[in-house]
């Protein structure tokens, strides 16, 4: 016999539905939000106004307190201190997809084709650039950009399995934690074991205040700052602080879930009954109201606070300070271009369909459902969209010459990419939702 689900459960699991349904609705805007600045900082870089619109992201900006001076570019700022923002939501996905998505099931196809869209797209850009000067960018084409795939299907409509749209988003997040160790480990130098001891510390203090039932948001604050101050001094990526702060976020709800469980339950009881003493049911409404709040864990409404800034604020910022390099017709037949490039059109897709066919053939995993292989060819296509996290991963790689090719293949590769996954899952799509 089934266990009875009680109407705590019941509002759980509503809950996350109603939070994912709220990150693709913003991350389909924040899409196109991402998409016209980027497109504003290519006219730019392209334009008379090229000079001023660099000058304004070599701003030196910073304090100095005693022998203490943090003086950086207004780039390095957004690079290393707002996009510490967007990888906390990062954290916060990850943990999410963990609690309740697609990375619980260890059935899903979804790990292996993680894999291979990671691997072989590294694998052909350091074929490509073995012993060159650009070797050191191979991490460039192994994320995949959220906003801008999620935007895709949402152009692709409703007809578009919901197990390829989870599956994506899923993958889309796997490919951020290979990226989030790429940076952390390839791409941190000169480490200062003292500073990330203190970084260290900062996150056992923000641990101890979840274990405790620290509600109060400046206690967290500061200790996340000070933690972020800390991987910054130490050598290791800024970013990778406020990867593992989201990850410390509960993602069940506080201890009053008890009292809301059983405030939701009576209330269910009493609409469910006989009663019309307006005042007994009034009794009940009052704390299942107050309880409801309890209900929603601290992922979830940490989660939902800075998504819409990090979509509408963040991304845009960052993309007017790092898409705009000049277009030249030389410049896409560069080796480094052409290697991103590579890895993005090529790499992506046949990594993912080649690691989920060798998975499934082997009886290790199986499709999503509504999954065809022809749609996951497409959505391999689609992970080729690279755009955020491979410049990020590109602005630490290389410098100068080396960084303008590698920003080209990576605007080229993402629209070459996107379009053919676009036109892929458009043509195998059913008439009607199935």
Not at 163 to 172: E, M, Q
């Amino acid at each position: 016999m089934r266990p009875e689900v009680t109407a705590q459960q019941r509002q759980t699991r509503s809950g996350w539905i109603d939070s994912l349904t709220q990150f693709l609705t913003v991350e389909a805007a924040g899409g196109v939000v991402l998409l016209v600045c980027a497109t504003v900082a290519l006219v730019l870089a392209n334009s008379l106004f090229r000079a001023p619109y660099e000058a304004i992201w070599q701003t030196m900006v910073g304090w100095s307190a005693g022998s203490v001076t943090m003086q950086h570019s207004l780039r390095h700022w957004i690079n290393d201190g707002l996009m510490a923002v967007f990888f906390l939501v990062v954290g916060l996905e990850i943990k999410r997809e963990l609690a309740v998505g697609e990375l619980r099931d260890r059935r899903a196809a979804l790990l292996p084709a993680a894999l291979g869209g990671m691997v072989l797209p590294a694998a052909i850009y350091l074929g490509l650039q073995w012993g060159q000067d650009g070797a050191a960018g191979w991490g460039i084409p192994m994320a995949t950009d959220i906003a801008f795939v999620v935007g895709c299907l949402a152009v692709l409509g409703p007809r578009v399995p919901h197990g390829l749209r989870v599956f994506l988003l899923s993958l889309a997040i796997i490919d951020d934690i290979g990226a989030i160790l790429v940076v952390a480990f390839g791409y941190s130098t000169g480490i200062d074991a003292r500073f990330v001891a203190l970084g260290l510390a900062g996150l056992v203090a923000v641990a101890i205040l979840v274990r405790i039932g620290v509600t109060t948001i400046v206690p967290f604050v500061v200790a996340g700052a000070l933690t972020w101050l800390a991987f910054h001094e130490s050598g290791v990526h800024a970013t990778i602080a406020g990867v593992l702060l989201g990850l410390l976020a509960p993602a069940r709800a506080a201890p009053g879930e008890h009292h809301a469980s059983h405030a939701l339950d009576r209330l269910g009881e009493r609409l469910g009954g006989s009663h019309d003493d307006v005042d007994e049911a009034e009794d009940v409404t009052a704390p299942a109201a107050t309880a409801a709040h309890g209900v929603e864990s601290p992922l979830e409404r940490l989660e939902s606070a800075l998504h819409p800034f990090v979509s509408f604020v963040v991304m845009p910022i960052f993309a007017l300070a790092n898409a705009g390099v000049a277009l030249e017709l030389e410049g896409i037949g560069h080796p480094v271009a052409l290697a991103v490039i590579a890895g993005l059109v090529v790499g992506k897709p046949v990594g993912v369909s080649l690691f989920a066919w060798l998975a499934v053939r082997l009886r290790w995993t199986r499709l999503p459902t509504g999954v065809s292989w022809p749609l996951l060819v497409g959505a391999g296509c689609l992970a080729g969209i690279g755009f955020t996290m491979a410049l990020f991963i590109s602005s630490l790689a290389l410098d100068g010459t080396l960084l303008d090719a590698a920003k080209i293949g990576v605007l080229a590769g993402s629209l070459v990419a996107g379009v053919a996954g676009f036109l892929l899952i458009w043509l195998r799509l059913p008439e009607t939702q199935p």
